[in-house]
């Protein structure tokens, strides 16, 4: 791996990302209705007064020159004007980038702190009850309905415990670390629950694939001890299917967890999407899509980096 | 998720039901406790805190910003920063031209102070309709601007507002909202001025910290000008903190584990569930938005059919509708709900549930049934597309009903369910053979948006002339009887003609703690936030 190829590939990364701006912008203008359709059940929002918040949007503009007039402001600019809050985009979105990172970095460094040995425990004593147990619990990890989760837990630990706020970001004029913490347990616990299931299945099926290979056997008629055999020798090679997982996974932590934040109240990217597509905000719209796709492009490159790193025998040049 | 309160869809104006009086009379003026911090949620991510650019209804900034008048609990409408509501019997009220303009005299209220400490004046008054009508100025609630030609402050208590016409709604736009601060906004952009997040008004409340997506904190303002009966300063609470909670089950867990004191839009399916929790208590006020079935005068020959129409009406069983949705929903029979004393016509003609009749006024127009039960005239068969808004419960039980209740004089109907922005666009297109949903007024109730011919909400493509003339005379009355004759005639020729089928009309259901005291509901557009300075907490 070198610097060249790394250059390369994030050159490369411009023009996918205008062709996927170019996407984003026909198909959120395809869909029925627009950014001032929200006033229309208004009895007293005039038609005088919807034509001037056209004008001002530049909404009376050919879709094209839309277009155009949105990537100027994207590139050189600030992101454009929400039409919701008539506040720059990118402050819009820098508010809540905040919140949506805390949240959901904790998340996943909860859920590759669980899911990592998880699945190395589960593929190391396959077949046993030890695997059936942590199976059974994964698919009913990933079959939990986040929202009816978030409720029992808010049941338990908010009302019938009162150990922590059902909701919110932190106390109202207060937000002390501790405080903090206390509103995220459930939420980032919510958030990493079906991670870990699903991480920890990927996890267990590369290394139960690694742990059948010849070197593996060589290593324990060597002498080696199992951990040492796991941990040395099968865990960097069994990472490589995981780690493209694992890689899309962080990259979405950036478009928010619509759900969690909607039931725990966290102000976050999530929200912000939902507000903005229920008012068919499309500068706000279009700079959280961008911010998405960004991510993903992005963590693409990290895995191929990373496989490369975790694999000697894999090489760019 | 989000509701849709848009600010002027919701709710201007309405009473308080007998059982809320009945619980606010439970508690008269006691020894109020002073001090103390409620907490209410909010179901809307706060755009702006701009009463004029908002899209919503504007709860936190009627704790912050007043107007010179403001509608009560009765939706009538009691002086606020002006000293009395200018009528025409009061002189407040002069029409000239002939009666075609009218003048509207404000008499402000000496020694208002803003938050800052500046006095309020007329400046303000004339200031706020000027930067409001300003071209550069984006915003949602203009409405009003333009009827003013001039506007007179012949001294810094009296405003002399100049009208191109005679608008009976005056008293429901532009001043009413809020006053603008004319020495901290004059020569800014309203657009992007810091006043958005922070607005400065003269209210019991100021606004102490934004934080988006999260709360607005106020806190009382030492220097309000409204005293209580012994006069003691007024608010009495030192804070009001508004929290945002968008997720419906979490506003009621809030609710129970006390961390929320009042909740002010309980949906309907959760009211149930505050009902017996200790230290909670509901409160009932009706609402000003009602259900309706309306038919499409673009669609389907036979829904042109003055007999189909009636037979539909005839196959409705509003009970059954009501119990479908908790119980909560009232019946009507006129676009014009109840709570208009005013306008509201009780002579209206109605259709009362008759399957019988329905099948009979069918039977005669020639609609005979097919082999499936459906029936069908000259190669048209009565099988319609129904459109409701998908994700709403309650609507969507409704439309369950309705099928059910049509299928019983031989009508088809298919859902054909859409959401947000694609279900408004089908029902101002009039991408529908039937659509059932919910309209709502301001407190001075328009109704040709909606049955006028060139109505902005008239996606039915309905129209009759003779209807259209009786708006023309309605809307531009000031005179209270004639207002009342109109609006009968008006009543009776909706009902006569139906277009549209009135079903139901609602409450508001107000969740809140036992220990908070006069609080008076208030769902008219202005919120239940209009006038707070009096609630006080107890125990």
């Known amino acids: ?317 | 998720m989000t509701t849709e309160f848009s600010r002027r869809t919701a709710l201007k104006g309405a009473f308080i039901g007998t059982a809320a009086l009945a619980t606010l009379r439970a508690t008269p003026g006691w020894a109020q406790g002073r001090g103390g911090t409620l907490t209410a949620g909010l179901t809307y991510d706060i755009d702006t805190l701009n009463v004029y650019s908002t899209g919503y209804l504007g709860d936190v900034q009627a704790a912050v910003v007043e107007g010179l008048l403001a509608p009560n609990g009765q939706a009538e409408y009691v002086p606020v920063l002006a000293t009395e509501v200018p009528t025409l019997e009061n002189g407040g009220i002069v029409l000239t031209d002939d009666g075609k303009k009218m003048t509207v005299t404000y008499k402000l209220r000496p020694g208002v102070k803003w938050h800052d400490g500046q006095p309020f004046t007329s400046a303000d008054v004339k200031f706020t309709w000027e930067a409001v009508k300003n071209e550069k100025f984006i915003a949602e609630s203009k409405d009003g601007t333009e009827d003013i030609e001039s506007i007179d402050t012949p001294d810094e208590l009296t405003a002399i507002c100049r009208y191109n016409t005679v608008a009976p709604d005056f008293a429901s736009t532009l001043f009413t909202f809020g006053i603008l601060p004319k020495h901290a906004l004059e020569g800014k952009d309203l657009n992007t001025d810091p006043y958005n997040e922070k607005p400065l008004g003269t209210g019991p409340f100021m606004v102490k910290e934004f934080k988006r997506g999260q709360y607005v904190l106020t806190e009382r303002n030492p220097n309000y000008w409204r005293k209580d009966d012994k006069g003691q300063a007024l608010p009495y609470l030192d804070q009001l903190v508004f929290k945002i909670i968008p997720d419906s089950n979490t506003l009621m867990t809030q609710l129970k584990s006390g961390e929320l004191g009042l909740v002010v839009q309980v949906p309907y399916n959760q009211a149930k569930q505050i009902e017996g929790v200790a230290g909670l208590e509901t409160i009932k006020g009706p609402l000003l938005s009602w259900q309706h079935l309306d038919f499409n005068f673009k669609g389907p020959k036979s829904l042109q059919d003055l007999a189909v129409r009636q037979a539909i009406a005839h196959a409705m069983n509003r009970q059954t509708l009501v119990r479908a949705q908790g119980g909560f929903p009232e019946p009507i029979k006129s676009p014009v709900v109840p709570v208009f004393k005013d306008l509201y016509d009780p002579n209206t003609p109605d259709y009362p549930f008759d399957v019988a009749k329905a099948n009979k006024l069918l039977d005669d127009a020639g609609y005979a049934k097919g082999g499936d039960g459906i029936r069908a005239k000259d190669g048209e068969t009565l099988s319609y597309r129904i459109v409701v808004q998908a994700g709403r419960a309650d609507d969507e039980l409704a439309e369950q009903v309705i099928i059910a209740q049509l299928k019983a004089i031989g009508i088809a109907a298919k859902p054909d369910n859409k959401t947000g922005v694609a279900y408004r666009e089908a029902r101002y297109k009039g991408d529908y053979d039937l659509i059932y949903g919910r309209w709502i007024t301001s407190a001075d109730p328009v109704y040709s948006v909606f049955y006028g011919t060139k109505g902005a909400n008239n996606g039915q493509g309905y129209s009759n002339p003779k209807l259209d003339e009786v708006f023309a005379r309605l809307e531009n009355t000031l005179d209270p009887a004639e207002r009342k004759a109109h609006a009968a005639e008006m009543q009776k020729i909706l009902a006569e003609d139906l277009p549209s089928i009135p079903l139901t009309t609602n409450v508001a259901v107000i969740a809140k703690t036992t220990k908070l005291k006069d609080f008076v509901p208030n769902p008219t557009n202005m919120t239940n936030f209009v006038d707070t300075s009096r609630w006080h907490l107890e125990g």
């Open chain 1, 1 to 317: 791996m070198n610097a060249g190829y790394v250059l390369r590939r994030l050159l490369g990364a411009i023009p996918l990302l205008f062709g996927i701006s170019l996407l984003l912008f026909a198909i959120i203008h395809l869909a029925p209705g627009g950014p001032l359709d929200v006033y229309a059940d208004n009895p007293s929002v005039s038609p005088a007064a919807l034509e001037q918040i056209r004008k001002a949007y530049g909404l009376d503009q050919p879709v094209p020159v839309q277009y155009v007039l949105w990537l100027k402001s994207m590139v050189l600019g600030d992101w454009g004007y929400s039409i919701r809050t008539g506040r720059p985009v990118l402050q819009e979105v820098t508010e809540r980038l905040g919140p949506t990172l805390e949240l959901g970095g904790l998340a996943m460094l909860l859920s590759l702190a669980i899911a990592l040995p998880l699945g190395t425990v589960s593929a190391a004593r396959r077949h046993s009850l030890l695997d059936h147990v942590l199976t059974f619990l994964s698919f009913a990890g990933i079959s939990l309905p986040v929202f009816w989760l978030a409720l029992l837990l808010q049941l338990l630990f908010s009302i019938a415990l009162g150990w922590l706020p059902s909701a919110g970001y932190q106390t109202i004029g207060g937000g002390s670390f501790g405080d903090r913490l206390a509103h995220i347990a459930m939420p980032a616990a919510v958030l990493s629950l079906a991670t870990i299931a699903s991480w920890s299945r990927y996890i267990r099926s590369g290394m139960v694939d690694v742990l059948n290979q010849d070197y593996i056997r060589t290593a324990y008629a060597k002498g080696l001890r199992e951990p040492g055999v796991i941990l040395h020798h099968a865990l960097r090679n069994a990472l490589i299917p995981a780690v493209t997982i694992i890689a899309l996974d962080l990259a979405s932590i950036i478009s928010g967890a619509v759900i969690t934040e909607t039931v725990f109240a966290w102000p976050g990217i999530g929200r912000l999407f939902i507000e903005s597509m229920d008012g068919r905000d499309y500068p706000v719209l279009m700079g959280l899509m961008m911010l998405g796709s960004l991510a993903i492009v992005l963590a693409n490159i990290a895995a191929d980096l990373a496989y490369a790193t975790l694999d000697p025998r894999i090489r760019y040049d």
